[in-house]
């Protein structure tokens, strides 16, 4: 674990819990951070990415909270959670009784925050920081945890989770109707009020589902 980077996530959140998600400890902004509200230049010349890992997105708190309520979805499978921010919906699946979770998210940020919120939750999972999308793996469940938020990703993020389908992968989606979450080939299974800041969000509530992919 890069030591400058978990010393910066330290100094900049606070250990928490979310309403929805009582039972998980996080490394989280209490408010919006001040790196969040640099400009982009500001944040490139720091060499600091959007800090996505300090927070527990509307998406990903569904999922969370529905795989701690039906770990018969997740236990003893291999899992994989793409774009894990904080590890939050990773961790639900360890705690679930998953038999092996990788969170894979590009951020080096991300990859720190996602240990140090594994450890303090004492569950292990590995982690990985190359872009998985588009790559083959033979994970049962692919986990996505608002994710759906801008085109060119979305776009790529959509296909391969439908060849995966195809190939057989259960494809978890937690989404709070994101502006490029798919239309079609998706059942909901459940929606889940989840509080937010209207630091990021325009409003102090958004209703997330978590949904199933389809076959074609
Ligand atoms: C809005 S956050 C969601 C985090 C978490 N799943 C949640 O719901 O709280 C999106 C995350 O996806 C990550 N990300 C973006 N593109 C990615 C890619 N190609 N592969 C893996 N992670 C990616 C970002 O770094 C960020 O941490």
Redesign the pocket.
Known sequence: MSTDRAAFIAANTVVQSTALLPEIGLHLASEAMPIWQMTDEEREAAGLPLP??A???A??QALARYLLDHREVVAGKRVLD?????G??AIAAAMAGAESVTA????PF?ITAIEMNARLNQVAMATRQD???DQPGDWHLVMV???F?EHP?AQRLEAWLRSLRQGGAEILI?DPQRTYLPRQGLEKLATYAVPTTSALEDSDLRNASVWRMLND
């Open positions: 996505y890992w927070f527990a997105w998406g990903g793409v774009g894990a921010g904080s939050l919906e894979a998210d590009t951020d991300a872009d998985v999308i945890g608002d994710l938020f990703l937690g």
